[in-house]
T-cell receptor, first 111, second 110 residues
Framework: NAGVTQTPKFQVLKTGQSMTLQCAQD?????MYWYRQDPGMGLRLIYY???????DKGEVPNGYNVSRLNKREFSLRLESAAPSQTSVYFC??????????FGPGTRLTVT | QKEVEQDPGPLSVPEGAIVSLNCTYS??????FMWYRQYSRKGPELLMY????GNKEDGRFTAQVDKSSKYISLFIRDSQPSDSATYLC??????????FGAGTTVTVRA
């Protein structure tokens, strides 16, 4: 039982490049979330998926797209990376809503 | 103004001391109140949650919610070096979208 896994762990991009962050959970949770964490800002919700087949914007969705591929997997795509997207990205899943299980994070640097 | 305010610290205490953490919020719709713990370079993990107002105790940890004042607290008794981490408050309404505080970094000195 791996919980929530994220790939890659680290990534360096140049401005304008694209990439997809992958997230998978093996807890049969309906809801999945993508957050970014910046110093002094806490965790901010980018997008979430309340159930398979649905996605909704969070607090900071600009510059990102998501895909809920199936119940297990929820990916986050940066189409044209910008230095302002340098951050640590966390994926989370939940069955209850408030008890969210987080992955280990992806540290992204955009130069 | 942020929806959830949390003093980022840092907070440094000797082993055995009581650690007191708190958050204030502005959204009256919040009903679920949580504390997450995050060790360095790891993802957050749920420590405690409370529904609506009141107190909840779990071992050395006590969470308090005062909805009338829009104020929540976490107390850690008999703190240990292993409690050194960043503590994030979080809250949500029935939509289950969590709003997080900025986190308070705590160091417990042996």
């Amino acid at each position: 039982n791996a919980g929530v896994t994220q790939t890659p762990k680290f990534q360096v991009l140049k401005t304008g490049q694209s990439m997809t962050l992958q997230c998978a959970q093996d807890m049969n949770h309906n809801s999945m979330y993508w957050y970014r964490q910046d110093p002094g800002m806490g965790l901010r919700l980018i997008y979430y998926s309340a159930s398979e087949g649905t996605t909704d914007k969070g607090e900071v969705p600009n510059g990102y797209n998501v895909s809920r591929l199936n119940k297990r997997e929820f990916s986050l795509r940066l189409e044209s990376a910008a230095p302002s997207q340098t951050s640590v990205y966390f994926c989370a899943s939940t069955a209850t809503g408030f008890e969210q299980y987080f992955g280990p994070g992806t540290r992204l640097t955009v130069t | 103004q942020k929806e959830v305010e949390q003093d980022p610290g840092p907070l440094s205490v000797p082993e055995g001391a009581i650690v007191s953490l708190n958050c204030t919020y502005s959204n009256s719709a919040f009903q679920y109140f949580m504390w997450y713990r995050q060790y360095s370079r790891k993802g957050p993990e749920l420590l405690m949650y409370t529904y609506s107002s009141g107190n909840k105790e779990d071992g050395r940890f006590t969470a308090q919610v005062d909805k009338s004042s829009k104020y929540i607290s976490l107390f850690i008794r008999d703190s240990q070096p292993s409690d050194s981490a960043t503590y994030l408050c979080a809250m949500s309404g029935n939509d289950y979208k969590l709003s997080f505080g900025a986190g308070t970094t705590v160091t417990v000195r042996a």
